[in-house]
């Protein structure tokens, strides 16, 4: 599902925060001083501010994969036959890589306010569904 900047959402699981507090006027490097834990619970709706797409860089095993497939694409059918072998043999040895990439390519975060007031940002969009 794709989420856009204004659309009401609504958690699609229990969330549990966690972390260290620092009081309001306090300076941050007085961390630590107290712990707080938060839970919120599925169902709660908001409203989307943000969407943010991040695309993860290519490895060198990725590029490489697209380079010999799309030479094995143009010109596979007019290499010699030993040739195109070894080609289709390197490309498959790379295709594990491509594959894990194209998973993960694309990730999609949001900030959504919370109707309770609460702000989550950068969390992932699939933790929400349409309202």
Same mark, same amino acid.
């Given at each position: 599902?794709?989420?856009?900047? /204004? ?6 699981? =229990? ?20 712990? %707080?834990?938060?839970?919120?619970? %599925?169902?709660?709706? /908001? ?7 991040? *695309?993860?860089?290519?490895? *060198? ?20 036959? %030993? ?18 990439? *194209?998973?993960?390519? *694309? ?14 940002? =950068? ?9």
């Amino acid at each position: 599902m794709t989420l856009n900047v /204004g659309q009401r959402v609504r958690l699609a699981a =229990d969330l549990r925060l966690a972390g260290q507090v620092t009081p309001a006027g306090e300076p941050p490097e007085e961390t630590g001083a107290f712990a %707080a834990s938060l839970a919120l619970a %599925a169902g709660i709706e /908001g409203t989307v501010e943000r969407v943010d797409e991040h *695309h993860r860089q290519q490895s *060198h095993e990725v590029r490489e994969y697209l380079r010999l497939k799309s030479l094995l694409d143009d010109f596979g059918d007019q290499m010699p036959l %030993a040739s195109r072998k070894q080609l289709e043999e390197q490309v498959g040895a790379l295709e594990e890589q491509w594959v894990a990439y *194209h998973r993960r390519m *694309h990730r999609v975060t949001v900030r959504v306010r919370l109707d309770n007031g609460f702000v989550l940002d =950068d969390a992932p969009e699939d933790a929400f569904a349409s309202a």
